[in-house]
T-cell receptor
């Protein structure tokens, strides 16, 4: 299967700080990157979709100015949680996509805890 | 509205039992359906992918079926082992828009 990495795997930060999460697809070029989050005991929810070189499309209820997504290359996308608050504590997972009806691959996830 | 439901929410079985996890979806216009495994605090591991034109897929002790007309998929696990304990997620792909079920938390007791 495809290799997807996320960094960091976990992060603890103080309220008000910004946190950047990197997602890399190591063995294929991702034309599209999906970002999901998962709150405890809940399913994954799509936050936003980004295509390389374009602005991301955010799902309803997700603040685009708070969750900044950069998809500058076909192998790297970043999600920056700006001015994080405790309610942003969650498990963030990226999913690079090649643009066909193939298996969906997911990063190992980043657990964010905001104190 | 495209909803994905998984039943049961939790399941506990003794080692060696065969078991079935259920997934239902409201919109049958799917591209494919995928079953994942998620261990506590970890990411997702893909188990089986069924294209919309397929009826089932098998991998080792796992067998997934798909009935688009009734909006259902099942994941069959044969001869369960304690290492199978995890949350199993069903994800339905609607034109690259994936909808996840809430998962079934499986515990296999030794």
């Amino acid at each position: 299967g495809a290799v997807v990495s996320q960094h960091p795997s976990w992060v603890i930060c103080k309220s008000g700080t910004s946190v950047k999460i990197e997602c890399r697809s190591l063995d294929f070029q991702a034309t599209t990157m999906f970002w999901y989050r998962q709150f405890p005991k809940q399913s994954l929810m799509l936050m936003a979709t980004s295509n390389e070189g374009s602005k991301a499309t955010y799902e309803q209820g997700v603040e685009k100015d708070k969750f900044l997504i950069n998809h500058a290359s076909l192998t790297l996308s970043t999600l920056t949680v700006t001015s994080a608050h405790p309610e942003d504590s969650s498990f963030y997972i990226c999913s690079p996509f090649r643009g066909n009806t193939d298996t969906q691959y997911f990063g190992p996830g980043t657990r964010l805890t905001v104190l | 509205k495209q909803e994905v439901t998984q039943i049961p929410a939790a399941l506990s079985v003794p080692e060696g039992e065969n078991l079935v996890l259920n997934c239902s979806f409201t919109d049958s216009a799917i591209y494919n359906l995928q079953w994942f495994r998620q261990d506590p605090g970890k990411g997702l591991t893909s188990l089986l992918l069924i294209q919309s034109s397929q009826r089932e897929q098998t991998s080792g002790r796992l067998n997934a079926s798909l009935d688009k007309s009734s909006g259902r998929s099942t994941l069959y696990i044969a001869a369960s082992q304690p290492g199978d304990s995890a949350t199993y997620l069903c994800a339905v792909n609607y034109n690259n828009d994936m909808r996840f079920g809430a998962g079934t938390r499986l515990t296999v007791k030794p």
